[in-house]
């Protein structure tokens, strides 16, 4: 009798180590599209001392004056009771951060990086080596737009900070004073986020459809007279025209300082009377308090704090405001990428 | 009658340019450059400039191909629009297969300009760095390429300085090295050498030629100084008006457009010239300012046997005696004014002159 032997099973031994290699996968390509490199050096070019001590002064001048003048007219604040105090440095810094800190400061150095983006580097002759990289052309502005925008949220989260620390040091209040001020400066923060964004990109888009770097300069200059003096003389010289006409669409002031009241809101902030009166006067976002105001500043009881909050002009909801703004410079974005994908540059 | 009727010839001018058909682009991944019917147009209407006019080229994988032609030809416009700056008008055109203007197409190219500019804060080595990561290198490799390419083109002591303060020479060595920073598989270089002193023009261009022999890279180049560019290509395209005129290797070239003209140099040339003019068998003899007498005959082999016999009698010694070579200045002398006149050069200044007596004709009615 023959022995049947059963078949024999193949067995492949393979140790766990080589399993666990076989099953990696190969490590793919690293994707490159130069985005990091022309962010990092423009994000290091706009960090040039030139630039950066300027804003910087600049930055603390203005906190600094109208402190100054404040303690001349308010007294030593430091002796009165901790809510007054809250109030007073809350609300003025406030205001000077919206009108100088992260209003006309801001623009105007936004601005200046921001309209140079493509435009210099065309009128310096370097455009012509980027564009001959393997780099898509909206990498290069996106590129540019991110380090410029990284730079300025940088610098202006000092400006505002140091501005804070200026006013609670000339005002000599109590620490808790600049903790609740540092819990305003979110919102404040927030909001200059958002103007560095949509002045990159309105401005940016200037630097593509126009070679000279000087018109862009004069637009800014343009946009920072219509938003911060221009709606003053409209509304005191046709008062009777601004809301029938609702000329208030086209008032780029009451448009932000809506939305940056907005912002405030949301921080539970509350304004006193000489805030409402200036950002009033200013932008037109409260009822107007021209003339006699002794009546409004008289409430406004040095023990007990706010006595009497206006409502807001709220001729628009400020998220239309924000929407709007935010529509505009996203158009504005993909129209210069568009326009900068068609353009032809030449040495 | 209408305008159209009047001047016809405008009216095909103005006419949109025709598209090409797709059926007729035959991409070819092997060829370093080709072009399909590539237009570039500037302005409109009175001001319509047809800078390139549907040119169709071809630079093989390899070759150093050099790009000639006049003053407003469109040598740069087609160089900027392969180098993807410049978008054409109508047309399309192929780095190695990929459509340019891509970044695709891009990866495969190095590019440098006639007067380079440079940013005004970054060193020379920074520079190269930057260059070569934009190119798609790591930074450190960029850094090694950047020593590599300093040391090879006598820079490194300069690699701390801002370009912007460099001599002319030195602008245009590092707008070479950037171009082949990332040993691109072809290079463009658009009068490179313009601006050089002789001895700087004459070391670059080596260096430009051993470069392309180690990194095998296609070269693609135009100039102005056309004995360089001789001793540079293997080929040569000549544009002129915006259009091709001529497609042709040096050896070819020569060939085709070779005089029928001899040159003997020799001792006691006066006495040798008039014997040879004696023959009867030579024609448009003379002597040039190197005392090189240059004469043309249909019976060479005539000549060729009786010349021991010349030079013995006049105690001459020979010293060279060979045909001509034709070179590419006259080359691109005789296709220009073969093709578009003798005064095509002088074209510029006879629009100018025209351009100010219509200026003045105008003045004139309107003071009438």
Known sequence: MSEISPPIEKIEFIPVELLEKKKKKPKKERRYNGLGIIFQKTFLELFSLKRVIPYILLSVIFPFIFSAILTGTLGNIGVMNLDYQI????????????????????????????????????????????????????????????????????????????????????????????????????????????????????????????????????????????????????????????TTYHLYLLDLGYNLSLIFLFFLSGFGFQPIPTFQKNMGLFFGTYPTMLGDTSKYLDSLDPENGITIISSVNSYISPIVSLIVLVSITVFLLILGLIILERKDISP | MTYQENFPEKQQQFAAPPTIAEEEIEVDESIAIQTFGLKKYFGRGYNLVKAVDGINLEVKAGEIHGFLGPNG???????????????????????????????????????????????KTMSAYKYLVYMGQLAGLRKSLAKERAKEFMHILE??????????????????????????????????????????????????????????????????????????????????????????????????????????????????????????????????????????????????????????????????????????????????????????????LFEEERLFEERLSRKARRGLKKWR
């Open chain 1, 87 to 242: 109030d007073i440095v809350v609300n003025y810094f406030t205001f000077y951060a919206f009108f100088w800190n992260a209003g006309i400061l801001l623009w105007l150095f936004c601005g200046l990086s921001a309209t140079t983006f493509i435009s210099s580097e065309i009128n310096q002759g370097t455009m012509i080596f980027l564009l001959t990289k393997p780099i898509r052309r909206s990498t290069i502005y996106i590129g540019k737009y991110l380090g410029y925008l990284v730079n300025m949220i940088i610098m202006q989260f000092f400006s505002l900070l140091i501005a804070l620390t200026t006013t609670c040091t000339i005002f000599r209040v109590s620490r808790k004073v600049f903790a609740t001020g540092m819990y305003y400066f979110i919102p404040i923060f927030l909001f200059s986020i958002l103007i560095i964004a949509c002045v990159g990109l309105i401005l940016g888009f200037l630097s593509i459809i126009n070679k000279r770097v000087v018109v862009g300069v004069l637009v800014n200059m343009l946009l920072i007279i219509t938003i911060y003096f221009l709606g003053i003389i409209l509304r005191l010289a046709i008062p009777q025209f601004y």
């Open chain 2, 73 to 119: 030809a469109g040598k740069t416009t087609t160089m900027l629009m392969l180098a993807g700056t410049l978008r054409p008008t109508a047309g399309k055109g192929f780095i190695f297969g990929k459509p340019i203007g891509t970044p695709a197409a891009n990866k495969l190219l190095g590019v440098a300009i006639a007067n380079p500019q440079f940013w």
């Open chain 2, 155 to 344: 820079m490194t002591k300069h690699g701390h300085r801002l370009p912007v303060a460099f001599s002319t020479g030195m602008k245009a060595k590092l707008a070479v090295a950037q171009a082949l920073m990332a040993h691109p598989k072809i290079a463009i270089l658009d009068e490179s050498t313009a601006g050089l002193d002789p001895e700087s023009r004459f070391k670059l261009v080596n260096t430009i030629k051993e470069l392309a022999q180690i990194l095998n890279v296609s070269i693609f180049v135009s100039g102005h100084i056309l004995t360089e560019i001789e001793k540079l290509v293997s080929r040569v395209t000549i544009i002129v008006k915006g259009k091709i005129g001529l497609t042709t290797t040096i050896r070819e070239m020569r060939k085709e457009f070779s005089t029928g003209q001899f040159a003997l140099e020799c001792t006691n040339p006066q006495q040798v010239m008039q014997d040879l003019f004696n023959l009867g068998v030579t024609s448009q003899i003379f002597m040039d300012h190197n005392d090189v007498i240059i004469f043309q005959s249909e019976f060479i082999d005539y000549v060729y046997a009786q010349l021991p016999e010349i030079l013995r009698r006049n105690g001459s010694s020979l010293m060279r005696f060979a045909p001509l070579e034709v070179t590419l200045e006259e080359v691109f002398i005789n296709v220009i004014s073969k093709r578009y006149g003798a005064d095509f």
